[in-house]
């Protein structure tokens, strides 16, 4: 069974359509990279998984059932969001900002236990990052604070990740570890949908790809398949060339990096 499925999903923002028969089907393990222009919906699609929105017509469901009727608490249990990387308005520790992923398995009001600080250690020393538990929040790099909402994500209990573009703002080495991360945790079972701008970080992940243009599916499929000169060049109304490295990998180039011609819109 399908442990996320989208079926014909349509959603519109004040009568203005921003998704249009949508679907999509995620099992566990899965690595399900969103790709399209800005304003082709990725973001409202993400939302919608997670139960933020519910679709104008069409049905979510998670683990066989419809976002719509879980208790907010209870899918928080099955899906962890993990936005972009952002600073906080207060300077928490790292070690509290991991701790808040225990407040779905919490009462209304309630003391963390032995059991929810050992869960978040566990989980900043598989995110390597144990070291800076004491560490504010605010003070250390993009990269650290990446790997700890993933760690909040962690001790949340969820084994589904849902991530909005989350090498935003990161600088290249630390795209490659949280990537690399990504591509680890997904080897353990665990599952990830994520929008990104970056088809080779797709092709990288070597996991599943939907590409979304104007609120539609332009196609779907494993990354190695679907990410080619053709669909590119569609998607992004931009020449593109889809070439093979000497080690064997694929990478994509844009024809104005090799022509030096401006793209036309």
């Not at 999509?24 to 997670?50: A, E, F, M, R």
């Not at 059932?65 to 972009?84: C, E, H, N, S, W």
């Not at 869960?119 to 990052?129: D, K, N, P, V, Y």
Request: proline share 5%; hydrophobic share 40%; charged share 20%.
């Amino acid at each position: 069974m399908n442990f996320i499925s989208v079926n014909q999903v349509s959603y519109a923002y004040s009568g203005t359509p921003v998704l249009s028969h949508v679907s999509l089907s995620v099992t566990k393990g899965d690595i399900l990279s969103v790709l399209g222009p800005n304003g082709s919906g990725k973001t409202t699609l993400l939302k919608l998984i997670l139960g933020f929105f519910q679709p104008d017509s069409g049905t979510v469901h998670v683990d066989g059932q419809d976002v719509g009727t879980f208790p907010t608490r209870m899918l928080a249990r099955k899906i962890a969001y993990v936005p972009q990387v952002h600073r906080m308005a207060f300077s928490f520790r790292m070690m509290d900002v991991v701790m808040m992923g225990r407040i779905p398995h919490k009462p209304f009001i309630f003391r963390y236990s032995k059991k929810d600080k050992a869960l978040a250690e566990t989980a900043m020393e598989r995110m390597g990052i144990a070291h800076l538990k004491d560490r504010s929040y605010t003070e250390v790099s993009g990269g650290e604070r990446q790997l700890c909402l993933i760690a909040r994500a962690l001790a949340q209990g969820a084994d589904t990740f849902v991530m909005d573009e989350p090498v935003s703002g990161l600088d290249y080495g630390n795209q490659v570890r949280l990537l690399t991360t990504i591509r680890s945790l997904a080897s353990e079972g665990y599952t990830f949908i994520k929008t990104t701008h970056f088809p080779d970080h797709a092709l990288w992940m070597s996991g599943q790809v939907l590409m979304l243009k104007k609120g539609r599916v332009v196609i779907t499929g494993p990354s190695d398949d679907v990410i080619t000169q053709a669909s590119l060049s569609d998607l992004y109304h931009l020449d593109m060339d889809v070439a093979h490295t000497l080690c064997g990998t694929r990478v994509c180039v844009p024809d104005a990096m090799r022509t030096g011609r401006v793209p036309l819109q």
